[in-house]
């Protein structure tokens, strides 16, 4: 409630506001040849996206400023059109025709899996400008913190290191993102370990956020949302460029940009070094990052042909155990119990009473991950004449690395190892240190043949991929305090694990009248996948699992005209089980079945320009989305452990999420804006049991209920509320909130993390000065009303020393107010 009345205040501040505006800009965009409407082509006023044009090729544009401006627009295989544009009063209306026949962009690439207007999905679109506003060196999730049904965490407490990202409630495990249309989840786990490619946001050309299945991707299904990543992109002037932060925590980040523009006509080149490192805001939780970006480029009329590499190293202290209950609410009875049941020792309770949340679990100096990341994409694309054109790409990424961890007295047996014999006494535990590796390849290749007449009424794609990923998981013993006959690097568990994934599919939108569209999408996914030896646990894990999934979707649009439109669709998600579920069980324990997903979508949008409000010029959009994402043999945690502890999954028959995304914005030019978005969800397990243990340590199966869905807030919400009080000079304040988030499945308020709602501040001040392009000074302040939360936890249960079932909840508190402060330079 309070959010929804922050959200009215500013409106009405907004509605009072003085009348800077000047008039609005609207027109149509047609092939010059032909005089034929061009649905879609892409507007940009002084460089920042300002929509897309209708069905009809017509758009629309916020009231804009006094003064000169660029308007660029650009449509796939026409010429871009660059055009000044004067603010003035009263509305100015365009015709612009573009020229066919354009050198391709790296556009071609991408947009075969993109979501548009006539794809009846609901999306987000970002472009480089957008992501620029936030980045201060924090990973990729805290960019995307303000967009529709997103809730971010971080292990280290300010977002820099291991964060992750939910939409929907749902993991990254369940978003499937690419890059340049390269799949980036880690096969096996599913996971996108962003904390690999640290500042890949400052080599990103545009990003798009699909919520729900959306549209055919490559790679693993989108069971939440799916995150499109490109890179590519043609800057025509050469350009060096500098960010430079620094922020609490001992938070640096530098990086060097630079780019030759088009040399000849044809030849490109781009490159970026970057480093970011902190201390991080819980104990013992640095990070060291590096990471570089390189892409040379050749373009013709016709043809685009592009290499493109780029690789993260990252070294992070272990803060992934987060904190013990405790330490969050100093209840020294509870402490005590985590004691008695041996999740902490005497020592580390200590410790948890003098640190507090921001308490580290671990103290071996060189307790860390240390993971490196190399991406090579080769990009191809081809015009086939006037209506085709053709984009493929070939991929290897490679992977490898390890974290180290020192662990007391662990039986030898345990490392398959003999006990230790001296004289009369037998030892069979040791103190020691090893390092867990993964070592990797992950290759193949994409294509799309995409067919766009100039007419624009039916648009097609025919894709698809083929991806093979080999992983080895080992581990190795480094030092041991007792040891006998112990190689050096004395490896204790092998295995290899190899998944094969190809998927094929055919899309197409039809342009039925000038008011009704149609969307079909068909794909064909085949998984082969088989892991060969021991686990750490010494557990033979061999598995072989192969599975076929079909996934149809389908959506219409009504257009309504004054920029109005209504969506529906429909779309099926299928994926396998991740590694965990196949190694976590009992050896030859293989059945964890596929999921699956029916996703219905609906809405209305309304973009329109120029309107008169209370005597102001304003610019608005929004958007009205209901989604019913009915499951079928959702995997969930059921609170069984496994023989060593770890936590079970199981299928359950049936499972939902329901809820309403809203999302408007008011503009008033250049000069003062909000932007809201609203989730309104339930997200519910049906006949779930809960499982827990007697004071015999037998698992007992509660009575089926219906239960809420961990992680799942009913409530998320986001206002950003920015103004440019003078030239140059832009503030903005960000609010986020979050409704309570329950830790397991249990709806137990007592396994939950608290609501919490945040508030940032944000200050960009840029000039020209004669001797360079633009130096900006910017400052971000984080949690500016210093609220303490925690933002991720998990849970788990047993009979502890008391005889009765005990609970033990583990939290990642986030960070006080903090800030960052950057200089950026750019020539």
Not at 319 to 341: F, H, K
Request: glycine letters at 10%.
């Amino acid at each position: 409630m309070k959010t929804v009345l922050l959200a009215g205040a500013a409106l009405c501040a907004l509605a009072t506001a003085p009348a800077w505006a000047q008039g609005p800009v609207s027109g149509t965009v047609t092939d010059a040849r032909t005089g034929e409407a061009l649905p879609g082509a892409t507007i940009l006023l002084d460089g920042t996206a300002s929509g897309t044009t209708d069905a009809t090729g017509a758009f629309a544009l916020p009231a804009v400023p006094a003064g000169t401006h660029e308007l660029r627009i650009s449509f796939l295989g026409y010429d871009a059109l660059v055009q000044r544009v004067e603010g003035q009063a009263g509305e100015q209306r365009l015709r612009n025709a573009l020229q066919p026949g354009a050198v391709l962009t790296g556009e071609a690439l991408v947009t075969a899996s993109q979501a548009n207007d006539r794809t009846g999905t609901a999306y987000t679109n970002l472009s480089k400008e957008d992501l620029a506003k936030r980045n201060f060196g924090q990973d990729l999730p805290y960019l995307l913190d303000q967009t529709p049904s997103v809730v971010v965490n971080s292990d280290a407490g300010a977002g820099v290191g291991y964060t992750d990202i939910r939409i929907r409630g749902t993991s990254n495990t369940g978003i499937n993102m690419t890059i340049n249309g390269v799949p980036l989840n880690d096969p096996e786990s599913r996971g996108s370990f962003l904390v690999n490619l640290p500042d890949l946001a400052s080599s990103i050309n545009s990003l798009q956020v699909q919520r729900g299945v959306g549209t055919s991707q490559n790679g693993g299904a989108a069971f939440g949302a799916s995150i499109n990543i490109s890179t590519l992109g043609v800057r025509r002037e050469a350009y060096a460029e500098s960010q430079n932060t620094y922020g609490s925590f001992n938070t640096w980040k530098n990086n060097v940009q630079f780019g030759t523009g088009l040399v000849g006509g044809h030849f490109t080149v781009d490159g970026r070094l970057s480093r970011i490192a902190t201390d991080g805001y819980m104990n013992r939780a640095a990070s060291d990052l590096k990471s570089y970006y390189f892409a040379a480029g050749y373009q013709a009329k016709s043809t685009l042909l592009k290499f493109i590499t780029f690789s993260g190293r990252e070294k992070t202290y272990q803060a992934w155990n987060g904190v013990p209950e405790p330490a969050i609410t100093g209840n020294r009875a509870l402490l005590q119990t985590y004691v008695d049941n041996g999740e902490l020792s005497e020592a580390n309770a200590a410790r948890v009473l003098r640190e507090g949340r921001r308490y580290s679990y671990y103290t071996y100096d060189n307790q860390t991950d240390n993971y490196q990341q190399n991406h090579y994409q080769l990009h191809l694309s081809q015009g086939l004449g006037p209506n085709w054109n053709v984009g493929a790409a070939a991929h290897l990424t490679r992977g490898f690395g390890y974290y180290e961890s020192y662990r007391e007295r662990r039986k030898f047996s345990d490392y398959g190892l003999p006990n230790v014999v001296v004289g009369n006494q037998t030892i069979t535990r040791t103190n020691l240190i090893d390092q867990k590796w993964l070592d990797n390849y992950f290759y193949g290749g994409t294509f799309a043949l995409n067919y766009q007449p100039r007419e624009g009424k039916l648009q097609a794609t025919l894709g698809g991929a083929w991806n093979r990923f080999n992983n080895d998981h080992y581990g190795e013993i480094i030092w041991a305090q007792y040891a006998q006959n112990i190689a050096h690097r004395q490896r204790y568990y092998f295995n290899n694990a190899t998944k094969t994934d190809y998927n094929a599919y055919a899309r197409a939108t039809w342009q039925a009248t000038s008011w009704l569209g149609v969307y079909g999408d068909l794909q064909l996914r085949r998984i082969g996948y088989r892991i060969d030896g021991i686990e750490d646990d010494q557990n033979d894990v061999t598995t072989r699992a192969r599975y076929t999934f079909f996934n149809p979707k389908a959506g219409t649009t009504v257009s309504l005209g004054h920029g109005q439109q209504l969506y529906a669709s429909f779309a099926v998600g299928q994926r396998e089980p991740v590694r965990a579920d196949f190694t976590d069980r009992p050896a030859g324990d293989q059945t964890a079945r596929p999921e699956r997903l029916e996703d219905y979508e609906g809405g209305y949008r309304i973009n329109r320009a120029g309107l008169s409000w209370l005597g102001l010029i304003t610019d608005v959009r929004f958007e009205a989305n209901y989604y019913f994402m009915n499951y079928r043999d959702q995997l969930v945690a059921t609170g069984q452990l496994n023989d060593v502890g770890t936590a079970l999954r199981t299928n359950v028959a049936r499972s939902y999420r329901r809820g309403l995304e809203l999302t408007g914005a008011v503009a008033a030019a250049d000069k003062i804006s909000l932007s809201s978005t609203l989730t309104l969800s339930q997200n519910r397990i049906q006949n779930y049991r809960d499982v827990v243990y007697d004071e015999n340590f037998e698992a007992v199966v509660g009575a089926p209920r219906t239960s809420t869905i961990s992680y799942s807030p009913a409530v998320v919400s986001a206002h950003t509320l920015e103004g440019q009080p003078l030239k140059g000079l832009r503030t903005a304040l960000l609010l986020k909130t979050v409704s309570r988030q329950y830790l397991d499945n249990s709806a137990n308020k007592n396994r939950s993390l608290q609501p919490y709602q945040t508030l940032d501040f944000r200050v960009r001040y840029a000039f020209r000065p004669v001797f360079m392009k633009e130096i900006e000074l910017a400052i971000l302040v984080n949690n500016l009303l210093n609220r303490e939360y925690a933002a991720n936890g998990y849970t788990y249960s047993y009979v502890g020393a008391s005889g009765r079932q005990e609970t033990f909840n583990w939290y990642y508190p986030q960070a006080t107010r903090n800030f960052l402060a950057s200089v950026n330079v750019k020539f």
